[in-house]
């Protein structure tokens, strides 16, 4: 990997290949990080963000939930097992 940071007044990119990292918007060596640019020390190395903060809810699994709540109400046909087992999986007393 190569810096692909512009340098304006040389008109041309960095092309450092010692310790380059991938940014969001681009791969930059230490001398053109976010921070170093800002003129801020790197922050410190750490735990990171959670998982959780990187993921959301899955439509997937939310269309069970409404799928098996459609079996076993009737309104959605399906085979006899499906709907005794989507009854039992949400409860329906009726």
Do not use: F
């Amino acid at each position: 990997m190569k810096c692909t940071h512009w340098i304006g007044a040389e008109r041309r990119y960095c092309g450092a290949t010692k310790g380059v990292r991938r940014y969001v918007n681009s791969t930059v060596c230490p001398a053109h990080t976010p921070s170093a640019l800002a003129g801020r020390p790197e922050p410190e190395p750490g735990p990171g963000m959670p998982d959780a903060a990187w993921t959301t809810a899955s439509p997937i699994s939310d269309s069970r939930i409404h799928d098996q709540r459609a079996i076993s109400s009737g309104k959605r046909r399906s085979s006899s097992a499906a709907y005794r087992a989507a009854q039992a999986a949400v409860h329906h007393t009726t």
